[in-house]
């Protein structure tokens, strides 16, 4: 059973940084894919940054230059590292993985979601 458990969410001040981690579990293939999205209240779920399963990462316009995805292959662990954070940046964060996606950050892509963390930025 496949399992994502995000942590690292907050509330700092705009301009401040925060590292979202998500912990993966339950995969017999080693290479997946792996996203991060996020949903405002009102708002449809959009993708923030992804890496496919042959390490090739992706971001969406709005964090390019902010933000950084990784991931540490031997902890089964992705990252969002988030700087110079603003306040339309806040949201209810998700990690998303499958084996396959036809684009890393397209949220309907994925089957396998974590239950999201809280990120709230302040002006």
């Known amino acids: 059973q496949v399992q994502l458990v995000e942590s690292g969410g907050g509330s700092v001040q705009a301009g401040g940084s925060l590292r979202l981690s998500c912990a993966v579990s339950?995969?017999?293939?080693?290479?997946?894919?792996m996203g991060w999205f996020r949903q405002a209240p009102g708002k449809e779920r959009e993708g923030v940054a992804g890496?496919?399963?042959?390490?090739?990462?992706s971001y969406a316009d709005s964090v390019k230059g902010r933000f950084t995805i990784s991931k540490d292959n031997a902890k089964n662990t992705l990252y969002l590292q988030m700087n110079s954070l603003k306040p339309e940046d806040t949201a209810m964060y998700y990690c998303?993985?499958?084996?396959?996606?036809?684009?890393?950050?397209?949220?309907?892509?994925?089957?396998?979601w974590g239950q999201g963390t809280q990120v709230t930025v302040s002006s």
């Open positions: 890496i496919d399963r042959d390490g090739s990462i």
């Open positions: 339950g995969f017999t293939d080693s290479r997946y894919c």
């Open positions: 998303a993985a499958d084996l396959w996606v036809d684009g890393t950050l397209l949220a309907v892509e994925y089957n396998y």
